[in-house]
């Protein structure tokens, strides 16, 4: 059994609530186990993928020496398209997640297809990859999915996981803003840290934390 605060009460004024001497609700309901889910299985998995991403090009480097990048492109393109399909499992305005899925769904493609030509090697396909898409798509699919994540947080956390949202989308939108300009003024990719690169991961850390909050669950699926 499981008691929650007014926090987590999924109505706050049904019986059993009550108010405490300093204006806080406490919810007195108990709920049974395993009637709990989290928001988003998908986000977890899709905000994972991409968190791992870097470790797991960093560990492909030091046991084989090289093909870090084509590491890093394979796994977070997979995590990358695995979040287009977790947008959905949030509900604010009724297009704000097609936003967010064919602004990820189009980064993530690119990333794979970068990764697939740098395993392949494939003349046309790394042209495709690098020239075309990395040239012209890739960097608007990743500010339209900052716009996404931003609204968001903004509409749909709450608490400190909002907090923590509101946070961490200042220092991506800020990293992305200094990218373009470097990028504008002809500075390249080359002129960006890595260490700078990797803010723009935080959205994820927010997706994952915001994925993992626990709801109850549907009335359907506790009767299943």
């Not at 919810?27 to 797991?56: H, K, N, W």
Request: charged share 10%; proline share 4%.
């Amino acid at each position: 059994m499981l008691c929650l605060t007014a926090e987590g009460c999924a109505v706050q004024s049904a019986p059993g609530c009550r108010d405490r001497a300093f204006g806080r609700r406490i919810c007195l309901a108990t709920f049974v186990e395993g009637s709990l889910t989290v928001r988003s299985r998908r986000g977890v998995l899709a905000a994972s993928v991409c968190l791992l991403a870097v470790p797991v090009a960093l560990l492909f480097q030091l046991i084989v020496g090289s093909g870090a990048e084509m590491v890093l492109h394979l796994v977070g393109g997979v995590g990358f398209i695995l979040t287009a399909f977790a947008v959905f499992d949030f509900e604010p305005p009724r297009w704000l997640p097609w936003v967010g899925c064919l602004s990820i769904g189009a980064f993530g493609v690119t990333f794979l297809l970068q990764g697939i030509s740098q395993l392949m090697h494939i003349d046309w396909l790394t042209y495709l990859a690098f020239q075309i898409l990395g040239q012209q798509v890739e960097a608007l699919s990743a500010d339209v999915f900052l716009v996404w994540c931003s609204a968001t947080v903004l509409l749909m956390s709450h608490g400190k996981v909002k907090l923590f949202g509101i946070c961490v989308m200042a220092l991506a939108v800020g990293a992305e803003i200094y990218s373009n300009v470097v990028r504008y003024f002809g500075s390249g990719a080359g002129g960006i840290s890595p260490l700078l690169k990797l803010v723009l991961l935080l959205p994820f850390v927010w997706l994952l934390l915001e994925s993992s909050k626990k709801i109850p669950l549907p009335e359907g699926a506790k009767n299943a």
